[in-house]
């Protein structure tokens, strides 16, 4: 954003317009124990752009960036290659126009590439119908089990111990506002849970997450079949969606609801957003579903178009009658997704997991022959967890000073639960060379 400052004639014009003298007089409602009584002591005086530039030039030369250190970072967020065409091609004029389609119709070319984007989404997930995106996957997450509880009138959401704890907190948090029940499970790194037997007359849905946060991947077949015979919904969360280029598709395993997290394709890091949800179910669940669904249609002439088919959202229609509120996530980032997903085919994305997949493998086989070490996990895609004979954060920090991005201490992320203190999870993805790999291990076995 460009640095635009105000002139006092500026100030003096709008205090004018609102009938105050000072901007003291402005804010005179506020409270006076509200009010600093001085400057803050760490902050330094105002400066010039210049010099602000050059003071977070610095603060960012701080950061160890996963582009420039060896990186194994994941745990919902994971670094990529990005086609530079992508970046390209969604800076073109033709997509540089309004984020979102308020008048449909004549925005044709923003229509056009939501359609294709739910198309691609259906094909990944295995599922009958997808939105036009959600604003990320944790609160797609919470959304779906908003449309759980609409679908079968019940109120009781059972969530996996292997759902990501950030998903978790959302869909909590939602609960407590919109007054259902979320029971959620402790932790489980080997997902050995029996989710199945928890279902009860109740129960309007269970969500898993697969790869789950630990790593483990998950027939989901009988757990689907224990859902649909007790009436209640499966909803299969995914947080890395280059896994769905290997793994069955959620859909063909008996999912009623796919959330996925899109980062992966086409969006970097971005210090955590914007990123892209994506959405799917079954057909005839599509009147529950939140968000908008953009349709293919030919107008008077008989010319393929594209409108927006279904948007049942307060903005359009009635707000009793809305079954959210959400709004499409940042238009750009279902763009960039839909283009690299296109950029690169079928074949591609196999390929792009089977490469994630094997250097993956490569790594965990390295890591568990170090003394003490234990990988945890029996199946994986490219995420896995790793027992240290010590606390993982103390582990990750020695080996951040020496330049190398280890992953992610799960105690981070579940900071109450003192008996995952000593794990850590450890993300590969074609990123990763052997000047990576090699510093990680020469590292833990000096740290460990």
Same mark, same amino acid.
């Given at each position: 954003?460009?640095?635009?400052?105000?002139?006092?004639?500026?100030?003096?014009?709008?205090?004018?317009?609102?009938?105050?003298?000072?901007?003291?007089?402005?804010?005179?409602?506020?409270?006076?124990?509200?009010?600093?009584?001085?400057?803050?002591?760490?902050?330094?005086?105002?400066?010039?752009?210049?010099?602000?530039?050059?003071?977070?030039?610095?603060?960012?030369?701080?950061?160890?960036?996963?582009?420039?250190?060896?990186?194994?970072?994941?745990?919902?967020?994971?670094?990529?290659?990005?086609?530079?065409?992508?970046?390209?091609?969604?800076?073109?004029?033709?997509?540089?126009?309004?984020?979102?389609?308020?008048?449909?119709?004549?925005?044709?070319?923003?229509?056009?590439?939501?359609?294709?984007?739910?198309?691609?989404?259906?094909?990944?997930?295995?599922?009958?119908?997808?939105?036009?995106?959600?604003?990320?996957?944790?609160?797609?997450?919470?959304?779906?089990?908003?449309?759980?509880?609409?679908?079968?009138?019940?109120?009781?959401?059972?969530?996996?111990?292997?759902?990501?704890?950030?998903?978790?907190?959302?869909?909590?948090?939602?609960?407590?506002?919109?007054?259902?029940?979320?029971?959620?499970?402790?932790?489980?790194?080997?997902?050995?849970?029996?989710?199945?037997?928890?279902?009860?007359?109740?129960?309007?849905?269970?969500?898993?997450?697969?790869?789950?946060?630990?790593?483990?991947? #998950?027939? &989901? +077949?009988? !757990?689907?079949? /224990?859902?649909?015979?007790?009436? @209640?919904?499966? $909803?299969?969360?995914?947080?890395? =969606?280059?896994?769905?280029?290997?793994?069955?598709?959620?859909?063909?395993?008996?999912?009623?609801?796919?959330?996925?997290?899109?980062?992966?394709?086409?969006?970097?890091?971005?210090?955590?957003?914007?990123?892209?949800?994506?959405?799917?179910?079954?057909?005839?669940?599509?009147?529950?579903?939140?968000?908008?669904?953009?349709?293919?249609?030919?107008?008077?002439?008989?010319?393929?178009?594209?409108?927006?088919?279904?948007?049942?959202?307060?903005?359009?229609?009635?707000?009793?009658?809305?079954?959210?509120?959400?709004?499409?996530?940042?238009?750009?980032?279902?763009?960039?997704?839909?283009?690299?997903?296109?950029?690169?085919?079928?074949?591609?994305? #196999?390929? &792009? +997991?089977? !490469?994630?997949? /094997?250097?993956?493998?490569?790594? @965990?086989?390295? $890591?568990?022959?170090?003394?003490? =070490?234990?990988?945890?996990?029996?199946?994986?895609?490219?995420?896995?967890?790793?027992?240290?004979?010590?606390?993982?954060?103390?582990?990750?920090?020695?080996?951040?000073?020496?330049?190398?991005?280890?992953?992610?201490?799960?105690?981070?992320?579940?900071?109450?639960?003192?008996?995952?203190?000593?794990?850590?999870?450890?993300?590969?993805?074609?990123?990763?060379?052997?000047?990576?790999?090699?510093?990680?291990?020469?590292?833990?076995?000096?740290?460990?």
């Amino acid at each position: 954003m460009r640095y635009l400052p105000l002139t006092d004639a500026d100030r003096r014009e709008m205090l004018a317009a609102v009938g105050a003298r000072s901007v003291d007089e402005l804010f005179r409602d506020v409270p006076a124990a509200a009010i600093l009584p001085g400057p803050i002591a760490e902050l330094p005086p105002h400066q010039g752009e210049l010099e602000v530039e050059r003071a977070f030039q610095a603060y960012a030369a701080m950061n160890l960036s996963p582009a420039s250190h060896p990186s194994f970072l994941g745990a919902g967020a994971y670094r990529h290659h990005v086609p530079s065409a992508v970046d390209h091609l969604i800076q073109r004029g033709e997509f540089l126009t309004s984020y979102t389609p308020y008048q449909p119709e004549i925005t044709q070319g923003t229509l056009q590439y939501l359609f294709e984007f739910q198309t691609q989404v259906t094909m990944l997930t295995g599922m009958e119908v997808a939105n036009a995106s959600m604003y990320d996957g944790s609160t797609g997450t919470a959304e779906a089990v908003l449309m759980a509880n609409r679908v079968t009138r019940r109120s009781k959401a059972i969530l996996s111990g292997g759902l990501h704890p950030h998903y978790r907190a959302v869909v909590e948090t939602t609960a407590k506002w919109q007054g259902f029940t979320a029971a959620a499970q402790p932790a489980d790194p080997r997902a050995v849970e029996d989710l199945a037997r928890l279902v009860d007359r109740e129960t309007s849905c269970v969500v898993v997450q697969n790869p789950s946060f630990f790593g483990q991947v #998950r027939d &989901l +077949a009988p !757990l689907a079949k /224990a859902c649909q015979a007790a009436g @209640a919904l499966l $909803i299969v969360v995914v947080t890395e =969606v280059v896994s769905l280029g290997a793994l069955t598709p959620p859909g063909e395993m008996g999912a009623d609801i796919v959330v996925c997290e899109g980062q992966s394709l086409g969006v970097g890091l971005q210090f955590g957003g914007p990123y892209v949800g994506l959405f799917a179910t079954k057909e005839k669940h599509l009147r529950q579903m939140p968000g908008r669904l953009v349709g293919e249609t030919v107008d008077a002439d008989g010319k393929r178009g594209f409108v927006l088919t279904l948007s049942t959202r307060e903005q359009h229609i009635r707000r009793e009658k809305a079954t959210s509120n959400i709004c499409t996530n940042s238009g750009l980032m279902a763009l960039a997704f839909t283009i690299h997903l296109t950029l690169l085919g079928e074949a591609g994305l #196999r390929r &792009l +997991a089977e !490469l994630n997949h /094997a250097k993956a493998v490569e790594l @965990a086989d390295r $890591i568990a022959a170090l003394p003490g =070490v234990e990988v945890l996990n029996d199946t994986f895609f490219n995420e896995f967890t790793v027992r240290l004979p010590k606390p993982a954060a103390g582990v990750v920090e020695a080996l951040a000073r020496k330049g190398i991005l280890a992953g992610v201490p799960v105690s981070r992320l579940i900071p109450d639960d003192p008996a995952v203190g000593d794990l850590l999870l450890v993300a590969v993805t074609e990123t990763a060379t052997e000047l990576g790999m090699g510093p990680l291990i020469a590292g833990l076995k000096e740290t460990l």
